[in-house]
């Protein structure tokens, strides 16, 4: 059945949200911010739905996945469960006339990511995957000043995505193991965010890759480990600028350090996800912040900040902002930058490409367009 979100009485979003972990929580106060009502939740179990629904503040507790996605009164739904399960889920939300926001990676195979692209286009439903860091406005400051050609020419890039969660052999988690992760995780999991996060900037893609990944442990709590700890990757862009992508979930003392560092002919720029207020820019004369402000931002970025400069913005607020224009998109208009199901085939894509490359000692890589 298909859902018309603009006849739902007051016009007002209803949401269904499959999970009930962390990013169940974050998904439930973005939908709420943006105005959606949060109708029904769905976990792995009856009982676990039913706590979920608690926590999470949901009118009703659903038995499984199957009732939620054939509710009537649900028009879109919110994928927060193990990776290995978005595709199938994503698939058959969309087969239901449901609009779809569904966790990266959208699916762990680039052939499963396409065929999810293909059916939100010819379901004509808006299909989304929370890329949220494109959400933070300093993020979008930069891509306007790379856009105007402020930068001059892209020489090089130095970026990474450090994390110490999984630091010492007790850490342990369902993304360590590929049967519930997929075959890649500190890639998939984080370096698919540095990775959308820099062609989205730079407005050019990775053409080129070579990629060395680390296990660090064999065992992780008592359990065999068989995905990534660490991933070092080269990459060309299609303009020829060389970068260098660190990507690590045992970087002691980093708990979200993603940074963009882009270097061009006439300027550089730099943006730290801890410090989401500033971009640093680089000139042959002079370095300097630049403070969030939505007086002087550029028009893409201003519209993103709710509050005045001083007070200070983050993660919450550009999932805020991601999940504020995937219900716009839904209500027929059509937001800038907003990551859809074709972002995440080409992560995918990437994906395919690093664990091609790790495998094969590093060898050149070209990534599919």
């Known amino acids: 059945m298909t859902t018309d979100v ?8 209803r949401v269904g949200i499959l999970g009930g972990g962390f990013m169940a929580r974050v998904h439930r106060t973005a939908a709420r911010d943006a105005g959606g009502e949060l109708r029904a939740v769905a976990t792995r179990s009856a009982s676990g739905s039913r706590r979920a629904a608690d926590e999470l503040g949901a ?21 927060c469960t193990p990776n290995t399960t978005h595709a199938d889920l994503a698939l058959r939300a969309l087969d239901a006339g449901k609009h779809v926001i569904c966790e990266k990676p959208l699916a762990t195979s680039a052939a499963d990511a396409r065929r999810l692209a293909d059916a939100a286009e010819a379901a004509a439903r808006v299909a989304a995957v929370p890329f949220v860091y494109r959400y933070h406005p300093m993020v979008r400051e930069a891509r306007a000043r790379v856009a105007r050609g402020d930068i001059g ?11 110490d969660w999984m630091l010492l052999p007790s850490d342990d988690d369902w993304r360590v193991r590929a049967a519930s992760g997929g075959a890649s995780r500190a890639f998939a999991d984080i370096g698919s965010h540095l990775c959308d996060l820099v062609e989205f900037v730079i407005g050019e ?10 296990r660090v442990f064999a065992e992780r709590a008592g359990q065999p480990v068989d995905t990534e700890d660490i991933v070092a990757i080269l990459v060309e862009t299609d303009s020829g600028a060389l970068g260098t992508l660190l990507i690590s979930q045992m970087a002691a003392g980093r708990k979200n350090a993603l940074t963009l560092e882009l270097h061009g002919s006439s300027q550089s720029l730099r943006f730290e996800q801890e410090r989401p207020e500033e971009l640093w820019i680089g000139t042959r004369d002079e370095s300097r912040l630049l403070l969030r402000d939505p007086a002087t931002a550029a028009p893409d970025s201003a519209r993103l900040q709710r509050v005045p400069s001083g007070h200070a913005m983050g993660y919450q607020d550009a999932f805020n902002g991601f999940i504020a224009d995937v219900y716009a998109a839904i209500a027929g208009e059509t937001p800038e930058g907003l990551p859809t199901f074709e972002d995440g085939y080409r992560s995918a894509v990437l994906t ?7 495998a094969a000692d ?8």
Do not use: N
Not at 59 to 79: M, P
Not at 205 to 214: E, Q
């Open 153 to 163: 020419d892209l020489l090089t890039l130095d970026c990474s995505y450090l994390q």
């Open 352 to 358: 395919e490409a690093v664990l091609a490359s790790a």
């Open 59 to 79: 009118i009703r507790a659903e038995v499984d996945a199957e009732t939620l996605l054939s509710a009537e009164d649900v028009d879109v739904v919110h994928i």
């Open 362 to 369: 590093g060898r050149w890589t070209e990534v599919a367009a």
């Open 6 to 13: 603009t006849d739902t009485g007051l016009g007002t979003i």
């Open 205 to 214: 893609r990775i053409r080129s890759l070579s990629a060395r990944s680390r």
